[in-house]
């Protein structure tokens, strides 16, 4: 298991980073299918908003990630 609270230093996708600073969700979401095609960069970048709780079940190929927000658990997007 895993913790990651705001500020934490991390690394994104470069085109996630994009459209997170521009507030464009359709760059946002082209990253996840440069990822699966295998092409990427990495930039540092600083967790934001949510406390995340992953966990990684030994041997499995997935993560299960819990967003929390000051409301409590984040159920959105």
């Not at 934001?48 to 658990?73: D, R």
Request: proline share 8%; with cysteine.
């Amino acid at each position: 298991m895993a913790a990651c609270p705001p500020g934490a230093e991390t690394r994104w996708p470069a085109l996630y980073v994009k459209g997170r600073a521009d507030g464009d969700r359709t760059v946002r979401t082209e990253a996840f299918g440069a990822r699966a095609r295998g092409v990427w960069e990495l930039p540092g970048a600083v967790w934001q908003e949510t406390e995340l709780l992953l966990w990684k079940p030994p041997a499995a190929w997935y993560t299960v990630n819990a967003f929390y927000a000051i409301g409590g658990l984040r159920t959105g997007t």
